[in-house]
């Protein structure tokens, strides 16, 4: 996809966000969208499922309720995104820039996080069950009435400000 035809998605994006005549969902499904400027977007309910954002900059964004079941954002830049009750179940995160992020309420079920900077995020209340987060930084994350059954947290980092 194309500078161009992105900027287009977006614009129409927002469009519906706002219910305003010529609103469209933005259907990114299985779209490659690796390395692209994402910084500051709204996304929130895109449909992002199995698209390949790996090394692409979101920082910023906004993509609460979005769906990115499967989508691959190995090496992304994500620190600042608010990812709020999206569904994020088997999402490839390693070794992402997720610090301050707000992860509340998401769905990381199957998720790898192997390696991710979490520093400072939110994951309150979301479901990590069978996440991998080996080798995680979770310093000063907030992980209350998170549910981590069967994740694997070997290796991870915390400090005194990490909330269980």
């Known amino acids: 996809m194309t500078k ?11 469009k519906w966000l706002n219910d305003e005549d010529g609103g469209v969902r933005a259907a990114l499904r299985g779209v490659d969208l690796s390395g692209a400027d994402l910084s500051g977007a709204c ?6 499922n199995g698209a390949d954002l790996g090394f692409a900059d979101l920082s910023g964004a906004s993509l609460d309720g979005a769906e990115l079941r499967g989508a691959y954002l ?14 994020l179940c088997g999402v490839d995160l390693s070794g992402a820039d997720l610090r301050g992020a707000d992860l509340s309420g998401t ?3 199957w998720a790898n996080l192997t390696d991710a900077s979490l520093r400072g995020a939110d994951l309150s209340g979301t479901d990590l069950t069978d996440a991998s987060l080996r080798g995680a930084d979770l310093s000063g994350a907030d ?5 981590l059954t069967d994740a694997s947290l070997r290796g ?3 400090n005194e ?3 269980f």
């Open 4 to 14: 161009e035809e992105l900027a287009v998605v977006l614009e129409k994006h927002e």
């Open 107 to 109: 769905d990381l079920r």
């Open 74 to 87: 190995s090496g992304a830049g994500l620190s600042g995104v608010t990812l709020k009750g999206a569904g």
């Open 43 to 48: 996304l929130n309910g895109a449909d992002l």
């Open 156 to 158: 991870i980092k915390v």
């Open 161 to 163: 400000h990490t909330k």
């Open 143 to 147: 992980l209350r009435w998170a549910n």
